[in-house]
């Protein structure tokens, strides 16, 4: 044998090697290709009804806001027209009823008087914490506000 003919035969054995390797790794990877594939059919088979019945949760949803949008609406529109009927009776009756309750105020204080028998403007009373005790009389002459 020549050295051509070895490597010939080395050549040869190299590539034989080389192809084996690869028909390992195709085989391989075949079966990694089947399992994936097995794979995805299941996730896709498991996702498919959980995407449906994602969209039905999501359509309630839509459906229930929608609702409490309107009642929302509507509690406001309520609302406003409770201030607007408010304001309406604050002014309506407001001045006349606090006319009418000065007005009785006096009169109980100008019936309570004559049954004390003191002129109006008579009696004064100073305010301390919270009671009323008969005030002293002032003297005529006031230095208040004058200058010497």
């Known amino acids: 044998m020549s050295g051509g003919e070895v490597a010939g035969i080395l050549v040869a054995v190299f590539w034989a090697i080389l192809v084996s390797f690869l028909a390992v790794a195709l085989a391989r990877l075949a079966q990694t290709l089947k399992a994936t ?9 498991q996702a498919v009804p959980l995407l449906a019945d994602a969209s039905t949760a999501v359509r309630s949803a839509q459906t ?18 409770a201030s607007a009927l408010s304001t309406t009776v604050a002014s309506t009756f407001g001045g006349p009823l606090v006319k009418v309750a000065a007005f009785g105020y006096g009169v109980r204080r100008a019936i309570g008087r004559r049954r004390e028998g003191e002129a109006p403007g008579d009696r ?7 009671r009323t005790v008969p005030g002293a009389r002032r003297s005529k002459r006031s230095t208040r506000g004058k200058k010497d």
Do not use: F, M, P, Y
């Not at 995805?40 to 088979?45: E, N």
């Not at 806001?65 to 027209?81: C, F, G, L, P």
């Open 37 to 45: 594939t097995k794979l995805v059919a299941d996730v896709t088979d």
């Open 64 to 81: 229930q806001i929608d609702r409490v949008d309107a009642i929302a609406s509507d509690v406001q529109e309520v609302t406003s027209n």
């Open 124 to 130: 004064r009373r100073t305010v301390i914490v919270g």
